[in-house]
């Protein structure tokens, strides 16, 4: 069997700093590959007027699976202050690479699990009864819609003629009616049902494999009528097919209220995509926070693995890296499951609980100290050693 090419993509900040780092564990378990370097990131928008060359989607055509770091990502207009000189004023405008790449390769299922590894001082803790202290075990699994709802990009600012106009014909538009065109700014909220049904039938079958007892749908379908109604119709046509699991209907402001109250009752949550990635963020922050945060974006042909934190540049700048490379290791592991090495996988988590159950080695947020160069002689673990930690266990 040949090696398997795996298309790296650092990206920007605190992405060169972790991704190697993933690296060098996936070269420690035994998987063989071959990797080859992409651009993507800050560098490319201001340098080329694009964050996502085409060499990377060419890449990423050929080989199937990537690995991605950070991304430095800013608001419109300063975006295009960064331009090189020569590209102002031309049209260029800045989008997300990530959910460029995302729509795509239509990687319409994203994947976060949040799970407590036991020891780690980050594990959420509340007040139990008697003044005791109890630490629910968290293992909550977030299917979020990828490519569509918010995150869409389909939006304006002054919206030409024939948009303004067509919106006019809806009848709550009225409330907006005083507000001059070039003063609205409108985003959409685009739901189809063939990927919704895609991403529930998806948190279904997941929860099915893995013996989970429901599925929780995250949205707000009480306000939101139309587009979360229609994931919350979509959920119980579905749960007809998977008998012995619930569903639940949580609306999204409740949720976040519930997950600090009792955590440990959800299992598999589904969502579209921005309440997908509000309730992803913070289920990570019961479980140690965004450096212990992974996920995966799966197309029918091509699949991308990243941690959910961003690129953090000041980070970037030490002269020793101290962030968390876990989440990165993490995010490789799903890359593993992906393509059939769950033994693999499973192998590299195991190293970590160990790690992080032993507590001899820890980076600076697990030791709950202020982000600094300062933090390694407070005990700190750099980015280095807590992989050779895991790689020692391994």
């Known amino acids: ?15 060169n700093a972790v991704l190697p780092e993933a690296v060098r564990v996936l070269d420690a378990v035994g998987f063989k590959a071959d990797y080859v370097h992409a651009d993507i990131g800050w560098e490319f928008w201001c340098r080329e007027g694009n964050p ?3 060499r990377t989607i060419d890449l990423l055509e050929k080989h199937k699976i990537g690995l991605f770091g950070a991304i430095t990502s800013k608001p ?31 990687l319409h299922i994203c994947t976060r699990p949040c799970r407590t590894f036991t020891g780690n001082p980050l594990n959420f803790i509340r007040k139990g009864p008697g003044g005791t202290i109890e630490e629910p075990e968290v293992d909550v699994v977030i299917f979020r819609q990828n490519t569509e709802g918010l995150y869409g990009g389909v ?16 009848p709550k538009m009225k409330n907006f009616a005083w507000c001059p065109k070039e003063e609205l700014a409108v985003s959409t909220r685009i739901f189809t049902k063939k990927y919704t049904t895609a991403i529930v039938r998806a948190a279904f079958e997941y929860a099915k494999k893995f013996g989970y007892t429901s599925v929780t749908i ?7 009528r139309e587009t979360s109604g229609m994931m919350l119709a979509i959920c119980k046509e579905v749960q007809k097919e998977y008998p012995g699991i619930a569903l639940w209907n949580t609306n999204i402001d409740a949720q976040m209220m519930w997950l600090t109250k009792n955590p440990e009752d959800y299992g598999v949550i589904v969502a579209g995509n921005m309440f997908g990635d509000i309730v ?5 922050g019961l479980v140690g926070g965004l450096g212990f945060a992974c996920s995966a974006n799966v197309g029918e042909k091509v699949a991308v693995f990243e941690p959910t934190h961003g690129s953090a540049p000041k980070y970037a700048e030490y002269e020793i890296s101290i962030v968390n490379p876990i989440a990165m ?8 499951d992906h393509i059939g090495e769950s033994e693999k996988a499973e192998r590299i988590r195991g190293a970590i609980a160990t790690v992080i159950a032993d507590g001899k080695v820890r980076a600076y947020d697990m030791l709950k100290l202020k982000g600094s160069p ?13 992989t050779d930690a895991v790689i020692a266990a391994l």
């Open 1 to 15: 069997m040949s090696k398997r090419t795996i298309v790296l993509m650092p990206g920007d900040g605190i992405g």
């Open 52 to 54: 996502l060359p085409q």
């Open 76 to 106: 419109k207009s300063d975006a295009a202050k960064e331009l090189a000189p020569e590209l102002r004023d031309k049209g260029y405008v800045y989008y997300s690479p990530i959910v460029a790449m995302r729509q795509h390769f239509d």
């Open 155 to 170: 939006e304006w600012t002054n919206p030409p003629d024939q948009v303004y106009d067509a919106l006019m014909t809806h």
């Open 218 to 224: 995250c949205e707000k379908p009480n306000v939101i």
């Open 280 to 284: 992803s963020d913070g289920f990570a």
């Open 329 to 336: 290791i993490l995010s490789a592991c799903m890359m593993l």
């Open 374 to 386: 300062d933090v390694l002689k407070q005990g700190a673990a750099s980015t280095t050693q807590m």
